[in-house]
């Protein structure tokens, strides 16, 4: 464990190898109550998206994940049950549990039928996702060729185009496409929110301003105040109408084609602390050998070339394979005091 200066934060910085960190949220998971298998899988995601730089859903969201288990709103021990409807549809009962584990139960079905019918779908419900969203697809393009679609809606934080209240939730959608041999997938990870709520939530630690157009306060009046968008405001849509769309979107199909809750169709007012929003998923698995195109990953390359020789810098997903691979080269950069109270919350644990 190497410990760096950092040139914009005054306090120290070190770097933990992945395999450490990993194995520290584990331990912290399961001290605070979840199985050990479902310590494994929200360890893993958590840790992937602090080493990919995706710093609003890593570590950041440990207080929340252990705050809501205290709560007693989620089930850190729910064992998913899996429904096999239909040669190209599974449904995943998560009973009150994480969306994580849900889909780890159907994810090898999933595959499965995808290959065999060109195109399947995984209906999740009952589920918690509180966690970055492009894991969930990546290595559905990257270990299986496939290309993937996943949709989740949230917590009602997100005011409609036009409407005076909030309604939706900041409702991401993931999409992830193979490429030829040799270089990662295409893969996006987008909120249909100005912002993700995770990214406001750092902005007000911080004390920094949000863009113009991210959100309102109480009162429904424009701000650019983070406190005042998690106190009883709430984000804007991106771009106006047509983010709006798209939020009502995942709204019908995270929630009402899987059987899930709405955004705004859940209480967690009786568990004080809880943060994680019980509502649903949704993924889509395509094989392109199913669909006549063989040449799909040529075809990306293609795109991917196009869009290079347009002028465009900077491809999807290409930041995060950046960090990603200085993190597993050096390990994944933590605050000292952050990875020091990991590894008190894990109990003394730093395999």
């Not at 185009?161 to 041999?181: D, Q, V």
């Not at 199909?253 to 209480?267: P, Q, V």
């Not at 395509?286 to 347009?310: H, K, N, Y």
């Amino acid at each position: 464990m190497n410990t760096e200066a950092n040139s914009t934060l005054s306090e120290p910085r070190v770097r933990i190898p992945f395999d450490t960190l990993r194995a520290t949220l584990a331990a912290i998971f399961e001290r605070h109550g979840t199985s050990a298998g479902v310590a494994a899988v929200l360890a893993d995601n958590c840790a992937a998206a602090e080493r990919d730089g995706a710093h609003s859903h890593g570590v950041f969201r440990i207080p929340g994940y252990l705050s809501t288990l205290a709560s007693g709103w989620v089930d850190g021990r729910a064992v998913p049950q899996v429904h096999d409807l239909a040669p190209g549809a599974i449904a995943v009962d998560a009973r009150n549990g994480f969306a994580q584990p849900a889909y780890m139960a159907a994810h090898a079905q999933l595959v499965a039928k995808a290959r065999a019918n060109g195109i399947a779908l995984l209906a999740i419900r009952d589920s918690h996702h509180f966690a970055a969203l492009w894991p969930d697809v990546e290595p559905l393009a990257e270990q299986h060729g496939l290309v993937a679609l996943a949709l989740v809606n949230s917590m009602a934080s997100v005011v409609p185009h036009g409407a005076a209240r909030p309604l939706f939730g900041t409702n991401p959608i993931a999409f992830a496409a193979p490429r030829a041999a040799g270089w990662p997938p295409l893969v996006f990870d987008l909120a249909t929110s100005s912002m993700a709520h995770g990214d406001v939530q750092i902005a007000a630690r911080e004390g920094r301003l949000l863009p113009e157009g991210t959100g309102v306060d109480a009162h429904g009046q424009p701000t650019r105040e983070p406190r005042a968008v998690l106190d009883g405001g709430a984000l804007l849509p991106f771009g106006e109408h047509k983010g709006s769309a798209l939020s009502m979107m995942v709204e019908l199909l995270a929630a009402a084609l899987t059987g899930g809750n709405f955004s705004f169709g859940f209480d967690w007012s009786g568990h004080p602390g809880a943060q994680t929003p019980r509502t649903g998923e949704l993924v889509i698995a395509i094989d392109p050998q199913r669909t006549g195109a063989a040449d799909f990953a040529a075809r990306c390359e293609a795109l991917v070339s196009a869009m290079a020789d347009a002028g465009q810098t900077r491809q999807p997903g290409g930041q995060r394979h950046r960090q990603r691979a200085d993190s597993l080269a050096h390990g994944v950069p933590l605050a000292q005091a952050t990875w020091d109270e990991l590894q008190r919350l894990a109990g003394g644990v730093s395999a």
